[in-house]
């Protein structure tokens, strides 16, 4: 049995003009003229036959990759094309055998930028599946990209996506003697990779004319493939357009599905099929440096960045990128995006001459590759004018000069690639703190804000991360020290850390007080924009004294309560330690009042986290609730009267709220890459038993698929209470016995529980499994698990009961702070609800959650999806980064009186 697919490209370019103008950049009369004309020949009569004969023939399939540049083009010049793409839309969604193929919009070459983000190319494969959904009311759950262009990276990132097969050209180094009518795996081994059989799709896309073979000769050709899968490709054109209609190349799609027919063995799938009905094949391996395409001989990339005109070209059009976005300006942005273009490129092509000659020659508008160089380099010449006219005359003054904020956190990971020359070398994390830091200065940078980063040089760790010597860590700091956004500070109390807070509470504020002299001595200078306007953005205590700092110069500051823990020091410390306390002590907050204190300068405490929040411009703790709880009196043995009182007269002026964290983008289970099994909503039920079965495996916990498991996902402090889980856990496992109960705790913190839960691991007879902190583990924990427990006496926030809901956990938790605000009770009769909340910070209290989980975990199998999928899906709009950083720069906005998004 094989599985054979077929699929056609359908793309139109904007056409340059011969002497194009910004004004006037495409020639909008050949435009028209080429789409009507293949309008009338190919698309309009092909999309009719591939209808009909999708409704005859219940084993016909087809699948179709349209550019966003030739919807836009049907949509303005000729809308009955539009109106028959749509009718196959609808055609698909009623019978499900017409796939539509995810792409780039403007079928471009961003799939080839240097950045390793990819962030251009994820935002034109977004805009496309934007554009089906609205246009064509399909979402694509397969990837073509612009002519069939494969390598490592590409097929990562399309894995990242979301997305379940990818297209490729068969080549000898994709297939590495493997039969190439396979279904391979990408190297990651996230997505599926279908290799294009070049022999016969050339039979039908080049030689029909000239073989004259009949569809039962194409049939018994497919019929008699070596291997499991065929993937046939062309281009649409290639029916009724590069072979005319009187070629009998319709009335031979018209016979084919008859003829196949006759061939039992062969079975007819698209392409999201064929990767859902394959688990495991051999790898692909394209390195970026030896990208694959469909053209010419070589099956590379020469047909657009073969010589040296299209190489020199494509990077002065990569270098406009962060130019062209900063300006804000729509316009400039489509025409910047239009230019990355693939046909522009290729029409630039020298280096094949033949037969090779001959496709590029009947692909291009102009006389020959002179003339298309011509006309991109004065194009892309008036588009660096006008970008340098914009800066120098102000044309776009308020985006060019625009506020830059500068975010000054003690920890941080996974900063935007990009995002300084330094991003790939930084990692240091203590918490959810480093998280929230890069996944803001992410979002902020994607928004197009002008951000810098402060934090500490942890060198030790800076090494270990990127692997690179002492040696190395300097010459790069050496190098990018005055150009980069990101700003070390560079201090033996941070060289040799393995954590951000090891050691004693008074090392720790030793470590502040360095970090915090070199942010108000030199980093806020070194910072500020030419124009003056700065923001700064202190978070923690360990920033605390920045704020007063930026008051006395006029800058504003808001300040982040990420929990109530702080440090204390002296004037006289802070002063011999280098900060001028002088100039700003007034702003600061004391142990008692200095009036009252003789010799106060050397013996009374500045608190860091109450003189971050006096002197900030605004205050926001983590969730809303965190923030009513303080100010309503809650939890008065651990949170101090003057926090209190200080957050109460910010919150009356107006000047304090709550905002809610988010996860990552990539706490996603259909992108993680430390899973056996991604999955969705749609498949979590496999996805959640494969990797149940490989975290017992790695636990030590039976291994038992249908066990209930539940999961600890957090340090071991007793803020988080563990000592609760402690005292129930075993209890717990021995009345659910009969459900084969399970816990799974994968967390660091007080060797005190660390030792308890290890002892109470061993007693359990393989239903209870402790291990220490590892990432990977812990992510598929939350893969694997049916429940999250959360009984945290406070949370500023939490983010592992979010990345639960996302990963198809139910969280388990107590009614305060960030949990109150994310987690409502399940209500199963009423569609409501997303996990299992209680209210007393007592054994009874968690013992009755886990007892209403138990009692969801006994519902039939249809209903526990039903809900299950809903929390997930919800859980992904409602908890994200977007709506997070949108918070945020509205405060930003309010600081600085402008709008800035």
């Known amino acids: ?145 612009t002519e069939l262009q494969y ?56 030689r029909f004319t000239t073989r004259h073979f009949t569809a039962d000769d194409f049939a018994g050709w497919v019929a008699g493939i070596d291997g499991e899968f065929a993937l046939v490709g062309m281009d649409y054109e290639a029916i009724g357009e590069h072979q005319w209609a009187d070629s009998g190349i319709f009335e031979f799609w018209s016979h084919l599905p008859g003829a196949l027919a006759r061939h039992p063995n062969v ?61 804000g300006d729509e316009n400039l942005l489509r025409l910047w995006r239009h230019l990355g273009t693939s046909d522009n490129f290729y029409y630039m092509c020298t280096t094949r001459h033949g037969a090779d000659g001959g496709v590029h020659a009947y692909f291009s508008h102009f006389g020959d590759a002179t003339e298309a160089v011509m006309a991109y380099t004065l194009l892309l010449g008036g588009l660096e004018h006008e970008l340098n006219a914009q800066v120098t005359t102000g044309g776009v003054r308020r985006r060019t000069r625009r506020p830059r904020i500068l975010l000054v956190t003690p920890e941080v990971t996974e900063l935007p690639p990009g995002f300084g020359n330094l991003a790939g070398f930084i990692s240091a994390k203590g918490g959810g703190l480093a998280d929230i830091s890069a996944a803001l200065v992410g979002e902020l940078v994607r928004l197009g804000l002008d951000v810098h980063i402060a934090m500490p040089k942890y060198e030790r760790q800076m090494r270990d991360h990127a692997n690179i010597s002492e040696q190395e860590l300097d010459s790069l700091m050496s190098l990018f020290r005055s150009s980069d956004p990101i700003h070390l500070v560079q201090d033996s109390a941070f060289s040799h850390l393995q954590n951000v807070y090891e050691g004693s509470h008074a090392s720790s504020v030793q470590r502040a007080c360095a970090f915090q002299r070199n942010v108000i001595n030199t980093i806020i200078d070194a910072a500020m924009p ?40 002296t004037l006289r410390y802070l002063e011999s330690g280098g900060i001028d306390v002088s100039r700003f002590w007034r702003e600061l907050y004391f142990e008692r009042h200095p009036d009252h204190v003789p010799s106060f300068w050397d013996t009374l405490g500045v608190d860091f986290l109450l003189s971050g929040i006096r002197a900030a411009d605004y205050v926001n703790t983590v969730s809303p609730s965190f923030l009513q709880e303080i100010v309503n009196g809650y939890f008065q043995d651990m949170i101090s009267p003057p926090l209190r009182d200080e957050l109460r007269v910010k919150q009356r002026m107006s000047r304090a709220s709550g905002i809610l964290n988010a996860p990552k983008g990539s706490e996603d289970p259909r992108l993680a890459l430390g899973l056996r099994m991604n999955y969705s909503a749609d498949n979590f039920v496999e996805g959640k038993r494969a990797n149940k079965l490989a975290f017992q495996e790695r636990l030590g916990l039976r291994r038992n698929p249908e066990a209930p498991l539940f999961f600890w996902p957090h340090r071991l402090y007793p803020q988080k209470g563990p000592q609760l889980l402690a005292e129930i856990a075993l209890h717990l496992t021995h009345v659910y016995g009969r459900d084969g109960l399970q816990i799974g705790i994968v967390g660091s913190g007080d060797a005190y529980w660390e030792r308890a839960f290890g ?90 959650g886990c007892e209403e989980a138990m009692r969801f975990y006994r519902c039939p199998p249809e209903v526990r999806r ?33 709008k800035l998004v």
């Open 151 to 206: 390598n490592n990276s590409i097929a990562r990132t399309v894995g990242e996506i979301g997305y379940r097969a990818i297209l490729c050209e068969k080549r000898g180094d994709v297939v590495k003697g493997h039969s190439p009518n396979s279904v391979f795996l990408d190297k990651s081994r996230k997505i599926k990779v279908l290799p294009r059989n070049d022999g016969l799709s050339d039979e039908l896309g080049f």
């Open 866 to 898: 039903r809900v299950i999928a809903r929390v997930m899906h919800d859980s992904l709009e409602t908890s994200n980064l977007e709506r997070t950083t949108r918070e945020y720069v509205r405060i930003y906005e309010r600081l600085l009186g402008e």
């Open 530 to 569: 030419e124009h003056g306007k700065l923001l700064v953005h202190c978070n923690d205590w360990m920033t605390g004294l920045i704020p007063a700092a930026a008051r006395v110069r006029g800058i504003p500051s808001l300040f982040t309560v990420h929990n109530v823990h702080s440090g204390k020091q």
């Open 267 to 327: 079975l007819m799938r698209n392409p999201s099929e064929v990767a859902e009905a394959f688990v495991d094949g051999p790898v692909a391996d394209v390195g970026d440096l030896a990208t694959s395409s469909w053209a010419d001989e070589g099956r590379n990339t020469n047909a657009w960045l073969g010589n040296r005109a299209q190489q020199e070209l494509f990077q002065r059009y990569q270098r406009l990128e962060g130019r062209v976005k900063a300006t």
């Open 1 to 145: 049995m094989s599985y054979f697919t077929i699929y056609f490209q359908a793309h139109q370019p904007r056409r340059l003009r011969k002497d194009p103008r910004l004004s006037a950049p495409f020639d909008d009369k050949l435009d028209r003229q080429v789409i009507e004309k293949v309008a009338a020949k190919c698309y309009l009569p092909a999309n009719a036959l591939f209808a009909r004969l999708v409704r005859e023939h219940p084993n016909f399939r087809i699948c179709l990759s349209v550019a966003g540049t030739l919807l836009e083009q049907a949509q303005r010049f000729h809308p009955e094309l539009l109106r028959s793409f749509q009718a196959l839309g609808k055609l698909a969604r009623e019978s499900g055998r017409i796939e539509f193929l995810a792409e780039t919009y403007y079928h471009s070459l961003a799939g080839l930028f240097r950045d390793t983000a990819k962030a251009e190319f994820r935002e034109q494969v977004r805009l496309h599946a934007k554009l089906m959904e609205e246009l064509l009311g399909v979402t694509p759950t397969a990837f073509r990209n």
């Open 759 to 848: 002892i109470i691991s061993c007693g359990s007879n393989g239903t209870i499994a402790y291990a220490g902190f590892d990432a990977d583990l812990s992510e598929l924990g939350k893969a694997a698990a049916d429940f999250i427990v959360m009984p945290s006496l406070y949370e500023p926030c939490g983010l592992p009961q979010m990345e639960g809901m996302r990963y198809g956990a139910l969280p388990i938790v107590r009614a305060t702070g960030g949990l109150k605000d994310t987690v409502e009770h399940l209500d199963v009769a009423g569609n409501r609800g997303n996990g299992f909340v209680f209210n007393d910070f007592t054994t009874g209290g968690l013992w009755w």
